[in-house]
């Protein structure tokens, strides 16, 4: 009987725990987690605990890494937090002063578990948390170049602008530094060649090299920025993807078929290729002899909006009629249409219609229940076996 009980009231934890959902715990920090090892450097980062549970609960913190070693958290425990408070706590680095073998130069990934834990009676433990996440760099012997490149997305006219951030992660001063741009169309063919300034960069230290020039002779699209990057005797390159924005739309899907007899919803969905927002856009519709005006919108660059008007197709005949949609803004038109949209009977009624449609309502539902049961079923038969495997060690134990 105790082991009956024991076992439904594991249960009734694991299920509320289960609905609860998964993440019980997050963070606050107050600086990006990143160092450079330096012989003998203690560093502290800040971090806030935001508990989102409703108990007051303990923490535990599990920290890996190659410099595991060498952090530590301040306070050692985070023990009996309340809901509502959200205790600090620091992750300490004490760096030695020569780094073993193992650990060679470049980035290390440094993770620190913050765990909460809830301890069920019986001797089942449920443990959720969060990720902090530092990196550690150790410089290079000499020379060692990473970074990245950027194109900005212009309008068709306007001029390119490309940037190279780069970092030097070695010990000695990069004493040269370039690059060569390219600009790549969407089928790799080169289209210009842009240059930077030439600079150097200290140890440990960032710099931007900057290119621009006329996007002159660019057809609007997608293209690619190419950087070939000179540093003293090295060579690395990177590339990046941009676009070149014209006042044009698509006009992704639009809706083809309507009911007879009925007011029916016109959709269109609409894509942006302006790399501004674009103001007061609205779609007007001219169907057979009737014409649709949709409310005014703003699109946003490069994003997909739906505009909606209503068409009232009663006393119209059955039959494909000639639709010309046309997107429009107070300027004037941005893209026109020609195609067809079909008014179609409406099926019968049918008696039972609406038990169909509850029925298939209800058969929506009933997956998300499923999937709980499921969860559930293997969760009681987990117990099941952890209570057998319990009750046999603890007659043989007699």
Not at 65 to 90: I, K, Q
Not at 222 to 233: F, L, P, S
Not at 339 to 361: A, C, F, G, L, W
Request: charged share 20%; with cysteine.
């Amino acid at each position: 009987m105790k082991n009956k009980a024991k076992s439904c009231f594991l249960i009734l934890i694991l299920s509320i725990i289960l609905l609860q959902g998964v993440c019980a715990v997050g963070f606050g920090q107050k600086e990006r987690g990143r160092l450079t090892y330096e012989p003998g450097l203690t560093k502290a980062f800040g971090y806030i605990l935001i508990p989102t549970s409703s108990s007051v609960l303990n923490y535990s913190v599990k920290i890996t890494g190659s410099f595991a070693d060498y952090m530590s958290l301040d306070p050692p425990l985070l023990e009996n937090v309340p809901p509502n408070e959200r205790p600090a706590f620091r992750v300490v680095f004490e760096m030695p002063d020569k780094l073993p073998e193992n650990i060679g130069p470049g980035e290390h990934k440094q993770d620190i578990n913050i765990v909460e834990e809830i301890n069920v009676k019986g001797g089942l433990s449920v443990r959720t948390g969060a990720l902090i996440r530092i990196n550690v760099y150790v410089l290079y012997p000499t020379t060692y170049l990473t970074g990245s490149v950027q194109a900005v997305n212009i309008n068709e006219g306007e001029d390119l602008q490309v940037t190279v951030n780069a970092h030097n992660y070695g010990k000695q001063k990069i004493n040269s530094v370039n690059a060569k741009i390219e600009i790549l169309n969407s089928e790799e063919i080169l289209q210009k060649t842009l240059y930077t300034q030439t600079s150097s960069i200290e140890s440990n230290t960032n710099t931007v090299l900057t290119a621009t020039g006329t996007s002159f002779g660019l057809k609007p699209g997608d293209y690619k920025a190419k950087a070939t990057i000179y540093w003293d005797n090295n060579v690395t390159i990177m590339t990046n993807t941009f676009r070149i924005g014209a006042l044009n739309a698509l006009i992704n899907d639009f809706t083809k078929e309507v009911l007879q007899g009925t007011i029916n919803e016109f959709n269109i969905f609409v894509e942006s290729l302006w790399n501004d927002e674009l103001e007061n856009v609205y779609a007007e519709i001219t169907i057979g002899e009737d014409v649709i005006k949709t409310p005014t919108i703003n699109i946003p660059a490069w994003k997909e909006v739906k505009l909606t008007g209503y068409w009232n197709t009663k006393n119209l005949p059955l039959g494909e009629y000639d639709t010309n949609i046309r997107i429009l803004y107070p300027e004037g038109l941005i893209k026109s249409l020609d195609d067809k949209v079909i008014i179609k009977e409406e099926p019968p009624q049918i008696n039972n219609e609406i038990d169909i449609q509850d029925n298939t309502t209800q058969a929506k539902k009933i997956p998300n229940t499923t999937i709980m049961m499921y969860v559930l079923s293997i969760a009681v038969l987990v117990l099941i076996i952890i209570n057998a495997f319990t009750l046999k060690k603890h007659k043989k134990g007699k």
